[in-house]
């Protein structure tokens, strides 16, 4: 079954750099745009960012841009999240997921915590 | 960018009633608008996508529907699992954006 499962999160300190990974499983993940999306505690959900199918176009939402960069290695069957200079507004758990307009699957999420 | 804003941002109901959940987008977004479902502490669910198709396996008492900047969530008879949280999402253009959520509750 299409499946996708997330990790890398964890506790930095403000400034700090964390590596979230998903690991995609069950469909042709290369067929595929492929987006993170966030959550802070208590909070609604945010778009961060998506890639294409290929790797060679991608967009970010205004608050991470400069910041985080997204990739993929369809070889692997992963897309990844490059958080620089984390702030405390970064703290939320992250979610990957299909992208095709709409979210589907989603992970199960990873708890980054960005705090000193 | 595209606001959405969904309402109301919390409701209350009894097993078995009709529930309706509104989201109007900023400006047009044709049919470009998707339905999730979450439950506390896990990822949120498709329900609903292009504004009235229903997601497989989801069951047929959700139905979504409006175009260009005014959508609705209906629940025709809510069930005991249907009270969580429920979000809308535009589509139509980057920033792709999320309502702030509506979170059903029993009375």
């Known amino acids: 079954q299409v499946q996708l499962v997330e990790s890398g999160g964890g506790l930095v300190k403000p400034g700090g750099s964390l590596r979230l990974s998903c690991a995609a499983s069950?469909?042709?993940?290369?067929?595929?745009?492929m987006s993170w999306i966030r959550q802070a505690p208590g909070k609604g959900l945010e778009w961060v960012s998506y890639?294409?199918?290929?790797?060679?176009?991608?967009y970010y939402a205004d608050s991470v841009k400069g910041r985080f960069t997204i990739s993929r290695d369809n070889a692997k069957n992963s897309l990844y999240l490059q958080m620089k200079s984390l702030r405390a507004e970064d703290t939320a758990v992250y979610y990957c997921?299909?992208?095709?307009?709409?979210?589907?699957?989603w992970g199960q999420g990873t708890l980054v915590t960005v705090s000193s | 960018d595209i606001q959405m804003t969904q309402s109301p941002s919390s409701l209350s109901a009894s097993v078995g009633d009709r529930v309706t959940i509104t989201c109007r987008a900023s400006?047009?977004?044709?049919?470009?608008l998707n339905w999730y479902q979450q439950k506390p502490g896990k990822a949120p669910k498709l329900l609903i996508y292009?504004?009235?198709s229903l997601q497989s396996g989801v069951p047929s008492r959700f139905s979504g529907s409006g175009s260009g900047t005014d959508f609705t969530l209906t629940i025709s008879s809510l069930q005991p699992e249907d009270f969580v949280s429920y979000y809308c999402q535009q589509s139509n253009s980057t920033p792709w954006t999320f309502g702030q959520g509506t979170k059903v509750e029993i009375k």
């Open positions: 997921a299909r992208a095709a307009g709409w979210f589907h699957p």
């Open positions: 400006q047009s977004i044709s049919s470009y």
């Open positions: 890639i294409s199918s290929s790797g060679t176009t991608s």
């Open positions: 069950g469909f042709t993940f290369s067929d595929y745009y």
């Open positions: 292009a504004a009235s």
